[in-house]
């Protein structure tokens, strides 16, 4: 939001001094980013019971899904990176390309990325996603924010069953 004065009048100063206070009170999970690419839903309670185990677990049962929610402009994930609160990182380092309006399942465990499944896995076995509360971090491949959320368990699943809806 730019604001600008022509004319500075007491009134004027204190709206623009109240609008900015009101800017800067905004948490950073609350933030709008100029970016086509969001977080679309998480799954971070794996149904069952967690079993990070590579065979036989259900990490590829906790999934991030991300979209592309531009009307016009096609997005390469390659340099994107995803974080967690405690720094778990993954970084998308193959050309995964999102047409407008399509997403991606980024899955725990091992599997075979495909375009065609919007599927990328991270090639991880353990969970990413805590279970009680995290915060998800989508960095641009220049390093800028493209989307950021918190969650907790109480506050922002209400039905309880480990997944949360984002941009719809």
Known sequence: MRIRLTTTTTAAAAVAAGALTAL???????AEYSSALKIRGIQYDAPGSDSNRCSGGNTKEEYLSIKNYSKSTTVNLKGYVVKDAAGNTFTFTANH???PGDYVKLRGGNGTDSDAGNVVYRDNCNFMWNNDK?????YKPSGARADVHSYTRSGSDPDGNGYITYHG
């Open 97 to 99: 390309t999102l047409q």
């Open 24 to 30: 800067s009170a905004v948490p950073a999970q609350a």
């Open 134 to 138: 995290d915060t998800i971090y989508v």
